[in-house]
């Protein structure tokens, strides 16, 4: 009976660990579209003038 006890706790720990690799990878994932997107945005902005650099005309 110990045995079994056993290779069910190794199975739900294997179970537990691939199913948060997963909501990592997803977190990870979700996390660089961010990036990507708020760069994009930036490009944008920039191209359009609406950034531009600072320079001091006194």
């Known amino acids: 009976m110990k045995n079994h006890q056993y290779l069910i706790g190794k199975i739900i720990i294997a179970i537990a660990i691939i199913i948060s690799a997963t909501l990592f990878s997803n977190a990870l ?30």
């Open 29 to 58: 994932k979700a996390g660089f579209i961010s990036i990507e997107y708020g760069l994009g945005r930036m490009g944008d902005s920039i191209r359009d003038g609406l950034i531009q650099q600072g320079t001091s005309e006194n």
